[in-house]
């Protein structure tokens, strides 16, 4: 865990209401405040209220267009998990609440072989589960994109215009990257918000449906994605890929009932 001069609260019995609240006062605290969320013990990273630049500003994205047009987003402030949930997190969530998680433990070894690695083999049913469980929430696209930019304008990963297995845990192991599949989370540098892997390790589910065309006619204020589809958005590339599939502005979409060896999420409380 970073060493923080941060403010640090503990939210007792906390849940979307107690951060609704607490919105309000977010221009006067600032960005440096870290929460730890009670019902699972993670740490929160309050992300600031602002706008930014969605989209593929470099036009390296599918041909089928789907991170164009590069369009303005305003989103409220709302904290958001600072790390990737981990197996032994998620766990601790199947035996509490007695959920019934239809995927194989042992698989999940095979990919994330400890309490501190990222869960895989999560659906976006069984992730939405459990942040109900947490009192938490997905996050939404555009949320997610604008954390994982860290306060960067146009750039093309959380760190830069640049990536490497010293940044984070890419296709071929070297330089800080020693894991072949999973790394634990935070094995590599935290972004401008003080958030870790939000490019590579595991692809994280967001709350949206996922259209290709959505950014055509996207809302500026706190766009919430479509209202139907049969897919869920999938953000932040995994241990899998090359560099250019980690891109901030890349996306991705699954079945809500579908987990891999590279699905996994973080969750978020705040004003959406």
Known sequence: ???????????????????????????????????????????????????FEMGDHFNEGADDGRELPVHTVQ?????????????GQFREFVEQ?????????????KYSPGDEYPMVYVSWNDATAYAK?????????????????????????PGGDTISSDDANLFLTGGKDKWEYC??????????????????????????????????????????GPDIGSLRVLRGGYWSYGSNYLRVALRSSDLPNDGFNGHGFRCVSGSN
């Open 183 to 224: 790394a634990p989370v935070g094995s590599f540098e935290a972004n401008g918000y003080g958030l870790y892997d939000m490019a590579s390790n595991v692809w994280e589910w967001c709350d949206d449906w996922y259209d290709e065309n959505y950014y055509k006619n996207s809302p500026v204020k706190n766009p919430p």
């Open 97 to 109: 609440s007695g959920y019934n998680y239809g995927g194989n433990w042992d698989t999940v070894a």
């Open 75 to 87: 989103l409220d402030a709302f904290y958001m998990d600072v790390h990737e949930v981990t197996v």
């Open 133 to 157: 469980w947490a009192g938490k929430r997905l996050p939404t696209e555009a949320e997610w994109e604008y954390a994982a930019r860290g306060g960067l304008v146009g750039k093309r990963f």
């Open 1 to 51: 865990m970073r060493n923080l001069s941060w403010m640090l609260l503990v939210l007792v019995g906390c849940g979307d209401e107690f951060a609704n609240e607490v919105k309000d006062e977010v221009a006067d605290t600032g960005p440096e405040k870290e929460i730890i969320w009670e019902k699972d013990g993670k740490e929160m990273v309050l992300i600031p209220a602002g706008s």
